[in-house]
Nanobody, 126 residues
Framework: QVQLVESGGGSVQAGGSLRVSCAASGYTDSRRCMAWFRQAPGKEREAVVVVSTSGGAYSADSVKGRFTISQDNAGNILNLQMNSLKPEDTAMYYC????????????????????WGQGTQVTVSS
């Protein structure tokens, strides 16, 4: 059974930093896509970062230069280091994952992901 467990998040003032981590378990295939999405009240869920355990990554333009990602060698942990946070980064952050079939790229669409974590709140005050 696939399980995604998120940790981290919290509240910080604008300009501060937070880190969220996602631990995946239950996957039998080493090739997978892992992603962080976020959803603010009244807005659609959007991809923040998407990575493939076989290489390749995507970051939303709004977070480039501020957010960095890291993975463990097994691709089971995806960390998101968030620096220079802005009030508009306030949202519930969700970890998502899915198997990555050969010769395919990882999707940045929330509807393409079936496995989700419970979410962790990130609040940035001005």
């Amino acid at each position: 059974q696939v399980q995604l467990v998120e940790s981290g998040g919290g509240s910080v003032q604008a300009g501060g930093s937070l880190r969220v981590s996602c631990a995946a378990s239950g996957y039998t295939d080493s090739r997978r896509c892992m992603a962080w999405f976020r959803q603010a009240p009244g807005k659609e869920r959007e991809a923040v970062v998407v990575v493939s355990t076989s290489g390749g990554a995507y970051s939303a333009d709004s977070v480039k230069g501020r957010f960095t990602i890291s993975q463990d060698n097994a691709g089971n942990i995806l960390n998101l280091q968030m620096n220079s946070l802005k009030p508009e980064d306030t949202a519930m952050y969700y970890c998502a994952a899915r198997p990555q079939p050969p010769l395919t790229m990882c999707s940045a669409r929330a509807s393409d992901y079936k496995n989700w974590g419970q979410g962790t709140q990130v609040t940035v005050s001005s």
